[in-house]
C-alpha cells in the first residue's frame, strides 16, 4: 500500500552521469526545500564559466554588448539603493567590476568582500525581476506566444537532460484550462488569480530518484536560474536531503560546506499544501518565475528604452517522481479523478456558504 511507503528515500548517485559541486547542492536544496536565497549567506561559485551559466539562464549573454549595458546598469541601481537608504560604505571590490562575473566570485569566496558582494547580488536579484515584470506589462505580447516560447525552452533541455544520460520515462506539458482555474480559486482561500492563470506545467517521470536528482541538476543548470525558484511553493515528498548527502562518498565531502546544517530539512513544517491530495501521494514540486528573452518583440516596441531589459518572466510549474512513485500515484486514494471529486466537493460547500469549508 502507498501509505505505508516511508515519507521520504534516499537517492543512490553513483551511477548517475556527471559530478555534482557544492553551488549545485545548494542549488538543489533551494528547489527542494523552498527557501529564499535572500536568506542565503554565500555563492559557491569557482570559475567564470559557471557564472557566465547562470548569467545565461537569467537571460544574460555577456557577448552581446546591450546586455552588458543592462547588466551594469543592474549592478549600479543596486549599489545606489544599498548606499543611499542604509549609509553602507561597501567594499571596493564590489563598487568598479572589469569584469562582471568577479562579483559572484566574490560572493563564493570567503574574505572581506563577500558580505558585500552577497549583499549587491541580492538587490541585483530583485531589480532584474522587477525590470522584468514591467517589460512584461508594456508589452504586446499574448500569454499564448510567451508559454510557446517557454515551452520550446523545456523542450530542448529535456533534449539536453537526455543526451546527458538522465534517464527519462515520461514527460509532459500542460497548460491550465478554464475550469481548472476557476475551480482551484473557488476551493482555497489562498489562491489568487496570478497565481493559478499565468503558470505552466511540466511533469517528468525518471526511471529512479537518482535520475531525478539529476534531472534537478541539470534543469537548474540548463533551463532556469535557481534564484527564481518561488519561495515557499515548494514540495519534497521524495528525496532525503540529509541521508542522500551523507550516503554518496562525493557529495558527504560537501556537508560541512553548506550554508544551513545537514538536518534543516528534517526541522521544516512538513503540513500538506494540498489539501485535496491523498496521503500517499508523493512528488516533487517547485514553481520558478522563469526569465524568457523578447529581443524580437521589444524592437518593434514604440517608445522602447533600453534600461527596460530584453527579459521578461512567466510562472512555470514543474513536477517530478520516479517511475515507482508515478505508478503509487495513479493507484487506490490517489487517483487523479478522486483529487479532482474533493476539489468539487470543497467549491460546492463553499458556493453553498459553509463557513468551514
Not at 520550446?152 to 527519462?168: H, N, S, T
Not at 514543474?318 to 503509487?328: G, H
Request: aromatic share 8%; net charge negative; proline share 4%.
Amino acid at each position: 500500500m502507498a501509505d505505508e511507503q516511508p515519507l521520504v528515500f534516499q537517492a543512490t548517485l553513483a551511477d548517475v552521469p556527471g559530478a555534482f559541486n557544492l553551488q549545485d547542492v545548494e542549488q538543489i536544496r533551494t528547489l527542494l526545500n523552498g527557501t529564499s536565497v535572500i536568506d542565503w549567506r554565500r555563492l559557491a561559485f569557482t570559475r567564470h564559466d559557471q557564472v557566465e551559466a547562470f548569467l545565461r539562464v537569467s537571460g544574460f549573454d555577456l557577448a552581446d554588448a546591450q546586455d552588458r549595458i543592462q547588466l551594469e546598469s543592474v549592478h549600479n541601481r543596486a549599489l545606489d539603493y544599498l548606499t543611499r537608504n542604509f549609509g553602507l560604505q561597501l567594499n571596493e571590490g564590489v563598487l568598479e567590476l572589469d569584469d562582471p562575473r568577479d562579483l559572484f566570485l566574490l560572493a563564493s569566496q570567503p574574505g572581506p568582500a563577500q558580505r558585500d558582494a552577497c549583499r549587491v547580488l541580492k538587490v541585483m536579484h530583485v531589480i532584474h525581476h522587477v525590470d522584468g515584470r514591467e517589460l512584461l506589462f508594456r508589452m504586446p505580447i499574448a500569454l499564448s506566444e510567451l508559454f510557446h516560447r517557454v515551452e520550446q525552452r523545456v523542450f530542448r533541455a529535456l533534449d539536453g537532460m537526455k543526451a546527458m544520460g538522465v534517464r527519462v520515462a515520461e514527460f509532459s506539458g500542460s497548460r491550465k484550462t478554464a475550469d481548472s482555474i476557476l475551480t482551484k480559486l473557488l476551493a482555497r482561500r489562498d489562491s489568487l488569480a496570478a497565481e493559478v492563470h499565468d503558470k505552466l506545467r511540466f511533469r517528468v517521470v525518471t526511471e529512479d530518484l537518482s535520475d531525478a536528482f539529476a534531472a534537478l541538476v541539470y534543469l537548474s543548470n540548463h533551463l532556469f536560474p535557481f534564484n527564481y525558484v518561488v519561495p515557499g511553493a515548494s514540495r519534497n515528498d521524495l528525496v532525503d536531503f540529509r541521508r542522500t548527502l551523507e550516503g554518496d562518498p562525493q557529495l558527504s565531502a560537501l556537508v560541512d560546506l553548506l550554508q544551513l546544517p545537514v538536518d534543516f530539512e528534517e526541522k521544516l513544517d512538513r503540513t500538506r499544501q494540498n489539501i485535496f491530495s491523498a496521503a500517499g501521494f508523493k512528488m516533487i514540486n517547485f514553481v520558478v518565475d522563469m526569465p524568457v528573452r523578447v529581443d524580437d518583440i521589444v524592437e518593434e516596441m514604440p517608445g522602447y528604452r533600453p534600461e527596460w531589459g530584453r527579459v521578461v518572466f512567466s510562472l512555470v510549474e514543474f513536477q517530478l517522481m520516479d517511475r515507482i512513485t508515478d505508478e503509487s500515484n495513479s493507484t487506490g486514494d490517489n487517483r487523479h479523478s478522486l483529487y479532482k471529486a474533493r476539489q468539487h466537493v470543497r467549491v460546492l460547500e463553499r458556493l453553498n456558504g459553509n463557513q468551514d469549508a
